[in-house]
């Protein structure tokens, strides 16, 4: 029995590496390669903490381990009472400390490419291509009328959708995120990003992706029972797709119905 | 102690393993059929019962124009066909290109009829459980049934059930559980009563406006776009389950109408008082039931004939608003000619939406007329009612929120078939005059923005300060 439990703590660290080692080959991993460069460097972030746990945890699992086999083959002996070790308080204090420092130093610089709008890139700092506000549960979305710049307030030639966000492939954009009610979050699990959408606040976001298709916008934030279903989705296309979406959105938002022939005037709406 | 531990732990076990037990969704009754009397209340329960069945078995009855789903076959040659029981076998599967068979059966003759359990797309391989007992060869034809008659209710059902019931509530009365946390309440389709149609103001809803409010969502409340979720095949089966349970709420209503004329609790114990007529309890229990055997069928048959008949005639082009005339500029001119018209005596719009658009007119403030009440009783509190009872403010035009849809056309169908259902009355008729309803859509829409110019200062914070100066 002493034995068993030596065994059973050294399993967990080989559990945890093959789960880690099968998990991208069963998708359990990442939702596909990040698509732009920051995504990159974020998910090296998340490699380089996770091989640091993994050092710490498979380290102390085997000092467990090794601890409990020489204590059940020792016969006799009394235990030796660490605590109030000055020396042992100094290490554990200051190594964690070290580490911490180093990764909070290190991940500085991406961090502040998100975030800071100084380093947005140029030419989206002062441009955003919508307007996304988050409210429970859905997405609403306000773009400018082809060929002008989105103001702040509302304008009448204004576009609108719902959970239908499109933007051109390869080159940064910029969204201003806001929330209409409580506390959201504006996630896109394929580029790695997330910002809270804070009521009362107007959070300008940039972000770009290298790769046409169609990604899930979710929101990352408890914001209420139907969390779970505040779903949109991400429209990733050429610049000349990109127009035409607006184009379209435009001519459809402007529909009088006016065409002569009832059976056309059906919903322009209800075709996507 | 620990005895009753691992009873205790012993018991979590089962509840997981079992679940929470068989759960039955059933159709509830309207409220004015419990308030029948007993054995008219049975009769309705088994008219709606023979005509719509249950949740788990619904009926289609195809008296209604709804597309309930056809059944699909194709016949195929087998290719080859293991002489086990193991229920394998492949098929031809060339001259179909659509070689969906999940969820379906295989037909051998008339009499032998199987489960498909699981297919192989690609190679044709079938499975069906249990083994196969007849004797196929290579070349036979067999018929396999894609889709059962009816699949496309059932579908909606499941969608419905997924999506829309914790709002909307099993029978379409919009009392599912999440109901009670909303403002506006979720719509009770039962009336067979919708709010934002491309119809004039007399007609129903039509198809394109039931799909067009799942495709956008109703801006403003809580009820969700649909658009990611209900694609292709799903959002027409979507909307003939709303149909179907607005058809079947409807049809309660109307023999509840027919029956309680006579035979509701309250008319009952009234008669029996009544020193004139002189009658008891249990003739008038007679005097129903000679009444339903006479005249039952041809009741429920011209119900049901009427409704058809209003839901189709929903769909024909000739009771579609349309402008006879395209939308003019919004110009300045036409928006005061709105703003005119808007504050005129022909629209009252202002008594209801306020003089400066804030949705404050008088009318919010005095007290409304119970419908159907003679002598006429006021509601308890001042201020508007929709059909359903509930209160109902008129809009904000400053909120730039259009429940029913932005586009113009949206804004032209609400002015001239108004919001049914609600207080908001069409001025299509009375108007009679699509050039002053474009000016009233021109004024409408320039309400949002009349504050943009001036000085105004948003409420909210750009959060550009993130930056470290
Ligand atoms: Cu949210």
Redesign the pocket.
Known sequence: MRKFWCLFFMVWPILAIWLCWISPSYNWWFPGDALWKLGEQIDDLFYLLLIVVTVVFIGTQLALGYVLWKGSEAKTGHAWFSHGSHNLEVIWTILPAIILLFISLYQMDVLARIRLKQEFPEQVANDPVAEVS?R??EWRIRYPAPGKKLRALPQPDDLYTVNDLHIPVGKPVMIRLRSEDVQ??FGLPHLRLMQDAVPGLVIPVWFQSNKVGKYEIV?K?L??WG?YK?QGELTVELEEDYNAYLQELQEKMNDDGYSGDPAETVALSNED | MKFRNILLSAGLLCAALTGCGEFKSEFSLNEKTTNLMPEAEDVVKEQLHEYFGTPEDLVGWLKFPIDYGAEETVTLRVKSFEESASGKIVLDVAADEQADYQGGSIKVSEEEIYQISSHDPSSGTVFVKPGIEAKLKTGDEVTIVKRHGGWKLKRGRNLYMKHCVHCHGVSGDGEGPTAQYLSPLPRDYRKGVFKFTSTISTEKAARRDLAQTLYEGIQGTSMPSFKLKLIGDDMEAMVGYVRFLATRGEFELRLDGEFGVDYSKDVVTRRIKDEDEKITRQEIIEEFRSMIESDLPDLVDSTATILAEDWERAESPDVMVVPKKPRPEPTPESIARGRALYLSKDTKCADCHGVTGYGDGKQTEEYAQMPGTTPPITYAKPGLYDDWGHPIKPRNLHSGMYRGGRRPIDIFRRISAGIKGTPMPGFGTSLNDDGKIWDLVNYVMSVPYENNSSEIKHAEKEVAEHTVK
Do not use: D, K, T, V
């Open positions: 988050a429970q549960f959201h979050s929101c934030e914001c209420g969390h505040m």
